[in-house]
C-alpha cells in the first residue's frame, strides 16, 4: 500500500467550482447524479483525475456530450477522463448499494431495513464511495443537493446547507433541495434521509440571524434530546462571546445515531452524532455521560469555523482542525462547570491515552510526516496532545493576546484550506512574536521528560532550580531537539502559603507565580531573598505536555496536596504522591510516602470545604495503564494488586466506620438533580463505596445492593452495579439481570450492561466475554456494541485481559481478523489497544507477539487494520 507523504503536497491541479448532485434514495439501490464544475490550474499539466471507490458507473458526459468509453478510465481508486478543459462540466451517474455497506463510510443504513434511515459518513476520504470528486480537503466548492425517496419510507429528506425547495412526484415520491453558499470540501458534505422526529428551537445570533435549530432521532427517543438542544445553544452563545464567532446558515439540523465510527461529524449545517453523545435522561445517563453530550455537542458546533469556516490544506494539518476544536471545548466546558475538575479529567485522559501511544510503536507528531490510511490518524496525539499545544500558545499569548491572533488567523483564512504554519503564523503576527520555535512540538514524537532538581543556599538565600529536558526516541525519529517547555511554577513556605519571586531579569518581581521557558537541554533558575528551603510546584495547570521528574520529595508533596489553593495543582500533587506510594509499596511493602499519601488525605477528608468531586479525584490513585506505563516489564496483574493494596492502606486510615457514616450521610443528602453539588456528592459517593469494598466487603455490597435497587438515576445504579460485578457479590447476578430486563430496549444502556462485566478483574474476565459474545444482544455489526464488549475488556481491564497464558491476545486477534471484514476503521483503532504489548514481562509479551504477529500475516487485511498491526511489530 502507497506511503502518503506530508513532503508530496501538491496544489490540486483541478479544482471543482459547483457541485450539483441528484439522489434517487433506496434502501438497497441508490442512484447518484453529479454534475461538477471544473477549474484547471493553469501552471499544471495533469489529467483530470477524480477518486471514486465501488462506484458503478452508469453513464458519463463531458460538456454534454456523452464519452465513449475510451475516452475515460475507470480503476479500482480513480476515474480518468481525456479531453476536459478550464470551465468543463463533468457528468456521471453511479449506482451505490446502502444496505450493504457496514464499513459505515459513504452511504449506509442505520438501524434496520423496515425501520431505519439512510445517512452518509465522508471524513475523512468518504465521499469517494458517494461519487466522483477530488476528495482532498483543498478543494472547496459550492454544493446544491436534490433528494428524491419514496415519502413514506423516507419522510425526511435532509442535507447540508439552506434549504431551497421541496415538493411532490409521481408513485408518492417527493424531493426537497439544499443550497450550501458556503464553500467546502468534500468530507463536510452530508445526506440524511428516512423516518425521524424533530425537536426545534428559535435562535438568534449575535449578529442578528434567524436560526432555526433542529435535533432529530428515531421516535421513541426524540424526548432525550432536549438536554442536547441545551447544550447546543449555551455552544453558541459561548462561541460568540468568547472568540466572536457567529452561525452562518440558517438552520443547523443535528442527527442521532447508533451506527457511528466515532463520537460525532461536524458536516456543514449537518451534524451526525453517534447516539451516545446526543441522547441523555436520568434514567439511562451517568453524570459523566451528560458532560461528554454537553462537550461532543460543543466540539462539533466550534468546528463550525475551527474545520469548516477555516479547514485544512491536506490531512497532515487535521490537528488544526481538531487540536484546536478540542482546545475550544476544553475551555467551553471548563466555563460551565469546574474548572478544576476539567482540567484534572484532561490530563488523566491525556495521561491514559495519549502518553502510552507517544511511548509506544504508534507513536507519531502531532502533524504526522507519513501516513498509508489516514482513518488511522484520528488518535489521542493529533487530538488531545494537539489541544495542549493550542493550550501553550494561548498560554504564552494571554487572553487578550490570544484573541486578537485567533481573530486574524479567522480573517486571513476563512473560507480556505490552511495550515500549522498559517495558524501561528496569525497568532504570532497579531501579537509581534515569532512562535516558529513551537511548529517543532508539532514535528517531534514523544513525550519529553523534564527533570527537576532544586538547590537551597541559606547564606545566600537563594534557591537554584536546574531543568533538564529529554526526549526518548521513537519509531523512526531517533535523534530529538530540545523544546520550548513552559513551566508555570511557584514556591512554598513550610507553613504553606506562597513566597514571592524574584528572579533576575523577569519583569514581575514579586509575582507568587511566574513561567519559564525550558528551551535547553539544561537550564537553571536562581530564586533571589528565599528565607528557607521553598517547595517548588512546577507545571501548575499543567503548562505543558511533559512527564515531570524528580523533585518527589514526599513531605514535600504532602505539603502542595494539604495546602495548594488551586485544585487541579493539588491533584497533581497528589497524584505524585501516589505513584511514589504504590512504587513503595511495590518494592518495600511499606514506607513513608504512603503514610504521607494516606495521612494527607486522612487530613483533607476530614476537612469541611472541599469540593466532594475534587476529593473523590484526590482519593484515586493514578489507573493501571498510568502505572504500568512507569514499567519496563508490566505484569498487569502485579500491578492490580499493588494499587488495590494501596486503595486499601487509604481506606484502612480513613477508617471503615467514618467512611460509611460519610457515604451515608451523602445518600440522605443527594437529589437527584445535575447540579454541580448533586453530581459531586454522586462521585464522591461512589468512590467511598469503592473504598469500603476494600475493607468491609461485605457491608460493601449490601449497599451497593440497597444503592442500586434504590437509584434515582444511572450514575448511582452503574456505581452500584459495578461494585457488586468487581467484588464478585451474590447480589450482582441479580441485579444484572434486572438491569438487563429493564434497558431491554435501549442499546446505549445494554451498552453499559456489557462494559460493566467486562471489568471483573483477573481470571474469570476470559470467560465472561466469550459468554457475552454469544449473547443474542450481541452484534460485531454495531460500533458501540463491539468497543462496549472488547474494548472495555481490553482497555480498562488490564489484569483481567493480559492473561498469561495468552488466551486473551488471541480472542481479541481473532474477532479482530473477523471485524475487518465488516469495518476496517473499527478494527483498526480495537487493534491499538495492543499497542503497549513490548512493555509486558516476557511471558506475556510473547504470547501478546504471537498473536499479533499471526494477525499481520493473514491475507486480506484491510489497509487500516494492516498499518496498525504491522506498525506494532516494527
Ligand atoms: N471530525 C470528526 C472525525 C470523524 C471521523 C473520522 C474518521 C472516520 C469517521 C469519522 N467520524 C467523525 C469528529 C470530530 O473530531 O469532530
Ligand atoms: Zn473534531
Known sequence: TPTIRLSDYRAPAWRVERVELEFELGIDVTEVASRLLLRRDRAQDEPLRLDGEGLELLSIALDGQPLPVDRYRQTEAELEVDGARDGSVLETRVRLRPAQNTALEGLYLSGSRDTGFLLTQCEAEGFRHITFFHDRPDVLAQYTVTLRADRSRFPVLLAGGNPDGAGELADGRHWARFVDPHPKPSYLFAIVAGRLERIARDYRTADGRAVKLVIWSEAHVIDRCEYAMDALERSMRWDEQAYGRNYDLDVFHVVATHDFNMGAMENKGLNVFNAKYLLADPDSTTDDEYRAVEAVVAHEYFHNWSGNRVTCRDWFQLS????????????????????????????????????????????????????????????ATVYEKGSELVRMLAGKLGPDGFRRGMDLYFAHNDGQAATIEDFLGALGEANGIDLSPYLAWYAQAGTPRLRASGRYDATRREYALTLTQHTPPTPGQAEKRALPVPVKLALFARD??????????????????????????????????????????????FSAPVILEGMDAAADLALLLRHDADGFNRWQAGQQLATCAYETLRDHGGGGAIDAWCGALAGLFAEDGIDPALLAELMTPPGEVELAEREREADPERIHATRQQLQQRLAEQLGGEAILSRYQALARETSAGLDATSQAQRRLKRRLLELLALLDTPTAQLLAAQQYEQAPGMTDRLAALAVLVRSDAPQAAGALAHFRQRYADNPLALDKWFSVQTQRTGEPALAIVQTLERDAAFTLKNPNRVNSLYGAWARNNPSGFHRTDGAGYRLLAERLAELDALNPQIAARLATVLNGWRRLEPVRRARAREAIAALAEREGLSRNLAEIVRSMLH
Do not use: C, W
Request: hydrophobic fraction near 40%; charged fraction near 25%; glycine fraction near 6%.
Open 320 to 379: 488544526l482542525k481538531e487540536g484546536l476544536t478540542v482546545f475550544r471545548e476544553q475551555q467551553f466546558s471548563a466555563d460551565m462547570n469546574s474548572p478544576a475538575l476539567k482540567r484534572i479529567e484532561d490530563v488523566a485522559l491525556l495521561r491514559r491515552a495519549q502518553f502510552p501511544e507517544d511511548a509506544g510503536p504508534l507513536a507519531h507528531p502531532v502533524r504526522p510526516s507519513q501516513y498509508s490510511e489516514i482513518n488511522n490518524f484520528y488518535t
Open 496 to 541: 504553606g502559603h506562597m513566597l514571592p519571586l524574584h528572579v533576575d531579569g523577569h519583569p514581575r518581581s514579586g509575582d507568587t507565580e511566574l513561567v519559564v521557558v525550558a528551551d535547553k537541554a539544561e537550564q537553571q533558575i536562581v530564586f533571589r531573598e528565599v528565607d528557607a528551603e521553598p517547595v517548588p510546584s512546577l507545571l501548575r495547570g
